[in-house]
């Protein structure tokens, strides 16, 4: 079975500093990742998916991820946060295995920016 | 693009009511997924509809169940409340995609409050 695990519960970054959030995977095969944010009371949004190909994806808002494979792990980063990305991050891998679409989320990562 | 939209977005009920709780997918979306996010259990997987039929559904037990219609909107229906199904419920859709490499988009939730 898949499982994710982001290791930082919280984290608090400067207005402007870079930020870089962590997760990592478990899974048999290639999976299939993504990044969700969700602000206070709202759904999840999808920041960016790898499904294959180039392990540096680009995603919305200025994020981006890296797909390592020899690490089992897709960060998530951002060279300059900005007040509005206050919010819960994501990780999740699919488990596309045919008869199988759930996604299997990690605990995420609630983020906090400092003016 | 009209998103995924759920209705009610709150909703307070008592024990051992049953609650039915809706879901619209984005338009040309085939496959609708319930979430369940409760507080300290992160989010998970509850069922997968796709075609009116269901696909795959979590660990859950069976008071959890619901349908999609021909219209490709969706209900979740959970019988005999208890105080432990208090959560944020989550519906997501997708095309169905012959690999299943499509993501998930979800709508903002239906908030289910257990008195």
């Known amino acids: 079975a898949q499982s994710v695990t982001q290791p930082d519960i919280h984290i608090t970054v400067s207005e402007g500093a870079s930020l870089e959030l962590r997760c990592n995977y478990s899974?048999?095969?290639?999976?299939?990742l993504f990044w969700y944010v969700q602000s206070p009371g709202q759904g999840l949004q999808l920041l960016l998916k790898y499904f294959s190909g180039d392990t540096l994806v680009q995603g919305i808002k200025g994020f981006e991820a890296e797909f390592k494979r020899s690490q089992s792990s897709f960060n998530l980063r951002k060279p300059s946060v900005h007040w509005s990305d206050a919010a819960e991050y994501f990780c999740a891998v699919g488990a596309y295995d045919t008869g199988r679409r759930a996604l299997t989320f990690g605990s995420g990562t609630r983020l906090q920016v400092q003016p | 693009e009209a998103g995924v939209t759920q209705s009610p977005t709150h909703l307070i009920k008592t024990r051992g009511q049953q609650v039915t709780l809706r879901c619209s997918p984005i338009?040309?979306?085939?496959?609708v997924y319930w979430y369940q996010q409760a507080l300290g259990l992160g989010l998970q997987f509850l069922l997968w509809?796709?075609?009116?039929?269901?696909?795959n559904r979590g660990n859950f037990p069976p008071r959890f169940s619901g349908r999609q219609f021909p219209n490709y909107s969706s209900e979740l229906n959970v019988n005999a409340l208890e105080l432990e199904d208090s959560a944020l419920y989550l519906c997501?859709?997708?095309?169905?995609?012959?690999?299943?490499?499509?993501?998930?988009?979800f709508g903002d939730g239906t908030r289910l409050s257990i008195l």
């Open positions: 899974y048999g095969a290639t999976p299939y």
């Open positions: 997501a859709s997708s095309p169905f995609g012959d690999r299943g490499n499509q993501p998930q988009h």
């Open positions: 509809y796709d075609e009116g039929e269901e696909r």
């Open positions: 338009s040309g979306h085939t496959s």
